[in-house]
């Protein structure tokens, strides 16, 4: 589906699913709101899907790979072949995301959207738009149709997800390079400076990390981004599985399906779909606070409470999976508890 058909069917959400869910969570036998961001999770979900049932048995963790010309600047510990082989074994059950989605009764969706390899692994979803992105020090990491072909991957995805039974996505991400991409498309939609939005990664000295934030200032100054333009943000300094997980956000709010955003990178993209439709925010739900900089910067643009707070930095989407069980908690509560009413018993009522 074309980008701009997409954004004219992004779905407003149902007000009236979201009161027959909050209704129901206060009538069970506990008190009121007791269950704190879960209960207001599960009523937004019930917007994002336009009902007051839920159906969270088939969840799917996708998870878009690709790398980055930009690793060609030394900006990480690891070298771009790394893609191809943790991309190559999300299939063979081998990745930290496998064993989380194991315990989560999620199916494991890899997309390779740019990785630079001819991957020929079965279950691998093979939707390549080129080998890798630029080098963005010397030039775009992308054309603006390869950016508008990425995002449509993503969305086309939502749907078919969505047609497949799915009721809970995650966003993830696999790309070498890929916190450095991040963290230059986070300065530039925050208006931040990138010493604010620029971590580690996987592991940087220091020295390492301030060679890191001289690449992402480099690459801005050159190719100076609108901050007001979304995707001449997200082809001069983005990344192609950044630019697939925003599709799937918009996507989702399209078929009206949630997705789970990951940490910062995921989160980048929530925020990047956000930014070329604000009505999308409003089917994306987040998982956890990243340690990595400005990750709290960006939830709270997105105006976003995290569910955990482990200070994890996997990425692959293995935050975003973390809650999925309590998504099942929650929804286990909320179909099978007894209400007041049951009981004949004298409901709570809201002190304030």
Do not use: W
Not at 9 to 16: A, H, I, K, Y
Not at 112 to 138: H, M
Not at 329 to 350: C, G, K, R, W
């Amino acid at each position: 589906m074309q980008i701009q058909e997409a954004l004219e069917r992004v779905r407003p959400v149902d007000t009236g699913a979201m009161e027959a869910t909050r209704r129901k969570l206060d009538g069970l036998i506990k008190p009121l709101g007791s269950f704190g961001r879960l209960e207001r999770h599960l009523i937004k979900i019930a917007g994002m899907t336009g009902s007051s049932s839920f159906d969270f048995s088939k969840k799917g963790a996708v998870v878009f790979c690709a790398d980055n010309g930009v690793v060609d600047q030394g900006v990480t510990q690891s070298t771009r072949e790394v893609t191809a082989i943790v991309a190559e074994n999300f299939t063979t059950g081998d990745t930290c995301l496998n064993a989380l989605c194991r315990v989560a009764g999620a199916h494991v969706i890899p997309v390779d959207i740019g990785v630079a390899a001819d991957l020929g692994a079965t279950g691998l979803l093979q939707r390549k738009i080129g080998y890798g992105t630029a080098d963005f020090t010397r030039e775009p990491a992308m054309t603006r149709d390869q950016a508008a072909a990425a995002l449509e991957v993503g969305i086309d995805l939502a749907l078919e997800l969505h047609g497949e039974g799915y009721g809970l996505l995650s966003a993830g991400e696999m790309g070498i390079g890929n916190t450095t991409t991040s963290a230059a498309v986070a300065s530039v939609l925050l208006d931040l400076p990138v010493e604010r939005t620029t971590g580690r990664g996987a592991g940087l000295t220091a020295e390492g990390l301030e060679h890191k934030r001289e690449v992402i200032q480099k690459a801005i100054s050159l190719h100076r981004p609108r901050r007001t333009d979304p995707l001449d943000v997200l082809c001069k300094v983005g990344g192609y599985d950044i630019a697939g997980m925003a599709g799937l956000c918009i996507g989702a709010a399209v078929a009206g399906i949630p997705v789970v955003l990951d940490g910062f990178i995921s989160c980048i993209a929530g925020l990047l779909a956000t930014r070329i439709h604000i009505g999308v925010r409003e089917f994306l739900l987040p998982s956890h606070l990243s340690d990595q900089p400005a990750c709290d910067l960006v939830l709270a643009e997105l105006e976003m409470e995290p569910v955990l707070q482990t200070e994890m930095r996997l990425g692959e989407g293995t935050g975003a999976v973390a809650t999925f069980p309590l998504y099942d908690m929650i929804l286990e509560v909320y179909n099978h508890m007894l209400s007041f009413e049951d009981e004949q018993m004298e409901a709570y009522t809201p002190l304030v």
